[in-house]
């Protein structure tokens, strides 16, 4: 296999690798800070339902590989593969930082950071198409937290979750299925006659009271709120894949021979989420569960559902939106409703997300300036 190949699969599956160490936690962490799982099964659960979502983004996500493949450097510019290999570095490095002193960060943010720092040194400041920075990339970034916090704040009242007294909203759905009640005819012919026909009865209340009366059907606020995360991971899965793999498809494009289609890069990719997740995804799933605010399962539900919606929608359009501020945005919104947030912790995540920027761009042309040199 051609060596700039096999170094490109790499950086590529290193960025990938940091950014499921980092992201897992992102739609699995209301499982955990609600009480619904523990750390181990609510990560198989994000990690399986985020490889799922990186590889619909082969046929959903065009739109978000466009963007960060050709949206950021303006046209006529020569990218080079120095560049290319060191924007995917320098991404990776500040992810695996973050994720090392748990703080969750977005490597949306760092693929911007490193790619703008990187291509500023490497074919001046005019390779930028700053203008779509701030219409495609950060207008996003900056508006989706907003949006994720007004949304999740907004079910929450709707449902009545803190403000209509205890037992005052259902947590379970019931469905039975009463069968036809036949009656007996009169007279000296035997007959059948039918006195009611077949009925469903749906009812709500509390989950003991639904398991008490074994109904046919039973919905839970627990098992709706296991779908929302996974319907978070999947799209967080169709919104990060894109972005790695459209870079490593611009840097395999730039190595002579170094041949390799979308499909296999996207395994690789998704591969590299998936044991990212895995090995190194409970630090930060630690901070989002119970460091920022505390929650039941209706906030962890509500803070899923809007997370999982934004992100899609995000994919599908083209806007890439961090899961990470999406997800911190919607937990935010439900501590609020309680007024249990957590303002150190807060602190903390927005001072890493401002930091993320020329963090990654520092990084980024720092591995660019080594790359160079060694290159003689």
Known sequence: MNVQLIAILAVAALLAFANGANDVSKGVATLVGSGVADYRKAILWGTAFTAAGGLLAVFFAGALLSTFGSGVIASGVKPTLTAAL????GAAAWVAIATRTGLPVSTTHALVGALTGVAAVAYGSEAVRWSAL????LLPLLASPLASFLVTSLALRSTGSRSAGPGAVADCACAELSPAVL?????????????????????????EACAEARPALRVTLDHLHWLSSGATSLARGMNDAPKIVALALAAAALAPGARVSAPVLYAAVVAGM??????????????????????????????NLATAVLVTVGAVQGLPMSTTHVASGGIAGAGARRRALRARTLRDIALAWVVTLPGAALLGTAAYGIARAVQG
Not at 283 to 297: G, I, S
């Open 86 to 89: 060191a924007t995917l570095a």
């Open 134 to 137: 701030g219409g495609k990339v």
């Open 183 to 207: 009656a007996a005819g009169a007279g000296r012919v035997a007959a059948v006659a039918m006195a009611s026909g077949p009925s469903l009865r749906v009812y709500t209340g509390g989950k």
């Open 274 to 303: 998936a044991l990212g997740s895995l090995v190194a995804g409970r630090r930060v799933t630690h901070v989002l569960a119970e460091k920022v605010a505390t929650m039941d399962h209706r906030d962890g539900l509500a803070a």
